[in-house]
């Protein structure tokens, strides 16, 4: 009787924190719902994007507590007040996964504080909600591939938020280039050339991220020369890597075809940017 009257007990307790749970992403969703929208562009992307995040939780994870987490930050953000990206000593985080999150929130906090909140508000939004995103997954340790879509959505973003912090892609001009030949993405002697130039540079004093755009000419298929000019930036990325440049510092982009003439050699090459900013 005594075993039957504890078992009920923790029934009822476990129940209780599940609907004290329930109840607390519940509020903060309808208090979300009801709070007008201030702020900047910046704090009302945030706000749109962390209430994405937390329905995803509620709706389709059946997490009510990081759904909760969410709803929380998103009425901060809609109300206008200033969010930071989430503090990493506040989960529980396998060590060997710590270093990378560490430089990843380091790399983002830097560029919000030179102004990428406002050049690039949006970006700078989706770059903070992925984060946080990218870390509430790695704590959970086991929906590896939310880990690896939140991941890599940041390093897109935040690559997108550097470069129009040093003038957008129409305006920097690239430090290299690397050319290739007609219809592949085979790196030549030259291209090697180009290559190490630009991993001497990575491997010194220079201690920012590089974006990659990968280019076509007009010659054939659009859709294969989109695959093609991302195909060249891999090339340019995996050989930086085995020379012993950190994967997670270089971004690539796929540009497809570069304007200019239909067959033109100097349009199949990928571009090497520095995201460097003061």
Request: proline fraction near 3%.
């Given at each position: 009787?005594?075993?039957?009257?504890?078992?009920?007990?923790?029934?009822?307790?476990?129940?209780?924190?599940?609907?004290?749970?329930?109840?607390?992403?519940?509020?903060?969703?309808?208090?979300?719902?009801?709070?007008?929208?201030?702020?900047?562009?910046?704090?009302?992307?945030?706000?749109?994007?962390?209430?994405?995040?937390?329905?995803?939780?509620?709706?389709?994870?059946?997490?009510?507590?990081?759904?909760?987490?969410?709803?929380h930050k998103a009425l901060k953000a809609k109300e206008g007040c200033p969010v930071e990206p989430t503090q990493l000593c506040e989960w529980?985080?396998?060590?060997?996964?710590?270093?990378?999150?560490?430089?990843?929130?380091?790399?983002?906090?830097?560029?919000?504080?030179?102004?990428?909140?406002?050049?690039?508000?949006?970006?700078?939004?989706h770059a903070q909600t992925h984060f946080d995103c990218w870390v509430e997954q790695q704590a959970e340790g086991w929906q590896k591939e939310d880990i690896a879509r939140?991941?890599?959505?940041?390093?897109?973003?935040?690559?997108?938020?550097?470069?129009?912090?040093?003038?957008?892609?129409?305006?920097?001009?690239?430090?290299?280039?690397?050319?290739?030949?007609?219809?592949?993405?085979?790196?030549?002697?030259?291209?090697?050339?180009?290559?190490?130039?630009?991993?001497?540079?990575?491997?010194?004093?220079?201690?920012?991220?590089?974006?990659?755009?990968?280019?076509?000419?007009?010659?054939?298929?659009?859709?294969?020369?989109?695959?093609?000019?991302?195909?060249?930036?891999?090339?340019?990325?995996?050989?930086?890597?085995?020379?012993?440049?950190?994967?997670?510092?270089?971004?690539?982009?796929?540009?497809?075809?570069?304007?200019?003439?239909?067959?033109?050699?100097?349009?199949?090459?990928?571009?090497?940017?520095?995201?460097?900013?003061?």
């Amino acid at each position: 009787m005594r075993n039957k009257v504890l078992s009920t007990g923790i029934k009822i307790s476990t129940l209780s924190i599940f609907f004290a749970i329930t109840g607390c992403s519940e509020y903060h969703k309808m208090v979300l719902q009801d709070t007008e929208e201030k702020g900047s562009e910046f704090t009302k992307t945030l706000a749109k994007e962390y209430e994405i995040l937390g329905n995803t939780e509620q709706s389709i994870m059946y997490d009510e507590w990081s759904a909760a987490y969410y709803y929380h930050k998103a009425l901060k953000a809609k109300e206008g007040c200033p969010v930071e990206p989430t503090q990493l000593c506040e989960w529980d985080i396998e060590e060997d996964k710590l270093p990378e999150l560490i430089a990843a929130r380091e790399r983002l906090v830097r560029a919000l504080e030179f102004g990428g909140w406002e050049v690039a508000p949006k970006m700078s939004a989706h770059a903070q909600t992925h984060f946080d995103c990218w870390v509430e997954q790695q704590a959970e340790g086991w929906q590896k591939e939310d880990i690896a879509r939140c991941r890599a959505e940041f390093y897109i973003a935040m690559a997108d938020v550097e470069l129009m912090m040093v003038g957008g892609i129409e305006k920097t001009l690239p430090s290299d280039m690397v050319f290739f030949d007609l219809g592949n993405a085979h790196l030549n002697a030259e291209s090697r050339h180009t290559v190490d130039k630009v991993a001497k540079v990575m491997l010194g004093d220079y201690k920012g991220h590089l974006l990659l755009v990968g280019r076509t000419d007009h010659l054939g298929d659009e859709k294969h020369n989109q695959q093609l000019s991302k195909q060249r930036a891999m090339m340019v990325k995996k050989e930086l890597v085995r020379m012993g440049i950190n994967p997670h510092r270089i971004t690539i982009k796929a540009a497809g075809e570069a304007p200019g003439p239909k067959v033109d050699a100097h349009n199949r090459r990928v571009d090497i940017l520095f995201l460097d900013y003061k």
